[in-house]
Nanobody
Framework: QVQLVESGGGSVQAGGSLRLSCAAS????????MGWFRQAPGKEREGVAAIYTGGGSTYYTPSVKGRFTISQDNAKNTVYLQMNSLKPEDTAMYYCAANERLSDLWVGSPGNYWGQGTQVTVSS
């Protein structure tokens, strides 16, 4: 049973930083794709960043490039999302997800595994 547990959300003023963590367990394959999604009230869920744990390749949605960094600690089976220069429009529930294929992960495939979500609130 694959489980993803997020932590690190909270409230911060614009320009501030937060780091989200996603601890994964239950995967038999160490080379998977993990990513972060977010969903704001009244908006569709969108992919924010993803990483292929086998080689470290990373991917970002344009609105967060240069501000957010996704990284991994394979020894801890944990993926992080460092969020800097936060803006009020970054306010959302952030979800960790995992899939064997990046293409499936990024489109929010039904085959994705999901965490429970962590709230990020950025005030102006």
């Amino acid at each position: 049973q694959v489980q993803l547990v997020e932590s690190g959300g909270g409230s911060v003023q614009a320009g501030g930083s937060l780091r989200l963590s996603c601890a994964a367990s239950g995967y038999t394959d160490s080379n998977i794709c993990m990513g972060w999604f977010r969903q704001a009230p009244g908006k569709e869920r969108e992919g924010v960043a993803a990483i292929y744990t086998g080689g470290g390749s990373t991917y970002y949605t344009p609105s967060v490039k240069g501000r957010f960094t996704i990284s991994q600690d394979n020894a801890k089976n944990t993926v992080y999302l460092q969020m800097n220069s936060l803006k009020p429009e970054d306010t959302a529930m952030y979800y960790c997800a995992a899939n064997e294929r990046l293409s499936d992960l990024w489109v929010g495939s039904p085959g994705n595994y999901w965490g429970q979500g962590t709230q990020v609130t950025v005030s102006s």
